[in-house]
């Protein structure tokens, strides 16, 4: 009787031992201990604060990294749609500054988007085909990242601008989108659109 418990007690521990250590344990294990990229998450998620963040854009309300504290930690509003006038001096700056679809791609690039991503992001932010993402256009295409509404090809584009958030610029893919990582991607734009010249 008591090798039949010594059998079970090395098999729940061999059992216990496999399911803890997980698949990124034995990956490092199995490469001497060396550190491994982690594969990206097949489902995104946002965080509390990138979901409030997504909600402000829904509002026309962009949120970018900054040096003021406020109720989301290390980020501030530096832009507002230009709906009955502009909020600030960054705003009046950036509205009506689109960023044409090759310099959008350029920045999917440093986010680490291949071909197809970057043509389907393109393509979901661009709404009116002109050859350029305005502020509104892309704040919309922020929105979409909130909730599940919507029809199967917006919730294609969702998880695609969540997997480049969570895995591109400061994201570690972890399969949810911390705010910092949502303000990057942010941020990253509105650099890009204040490097462009006004557009008449």
């Known amino acids: 009787m008591s090798a039949l418990v010594s059998v079970l007690a090395s098999a729940a521990s061999l059992i216990f031992n496999t399911a803890s250590s997980g698949p990124a344990k034995s990956v490092a294990s199995r490469r001497g201990g060396a550190d491994v990229e982690p594969e ?3 489902v995104v998620t946002l965080s509390p604060q ?4 997504a909600g402000f854009a829904g509002k026309g309300i962009m949120v ?3 040096k003021v504290e406020n109720a989301l930690g290390a980020l501030t509003t530096v832009a507002r749609s230009t709906t009955g006038g502009a909020a600030n001096a960054v705003s009046a700056a ?3 500054r689109p960023v044409s679809t090759q310099d959008f791609q350029e920045l999917l690039t440093r986010f680490g988007a291949d071909d197809a991503q970057k043509a389907q992001l393109t393509a ?3 709404a009116n085909k002109d050859g350029a993402i305005s502020q509104d256009e892309f704040l919309k295409g922020l929105a979409k990242t909130k909730g599940t509404q919507g029809t ?3 919730a294609d584009f969702s998880q695609a601008v969540m997997q480049l958030m969570d895995r591109g610029g400061s994201g570690n893919a972890d399969g949810t989108v911390a705010a910092k ?7 990253a734009f509105a ?3 204040a490097k462009r010249p006004l557009v008449a």
């Not at 990138?50 to 963040?53: F, I």
Request: charged content about 15%.
């Open 50 to 53: 990138a979901e409030a963040m």
């Open 40 to 42: 990206p998450s097949a």
């Open 64 to 66: 970018s990294q900054g």
């Open 124 to 126: 979901g932010f661009d």
């Open 191 to 193: 650099a890009t659109a």
């Open 152 to 154: 199967p090809a917006d």
């Open 94 to 96: 950036l509205s009506g």
């Open 181 to 187: 990582e949502f303000a990057a991607f942010s941020t």
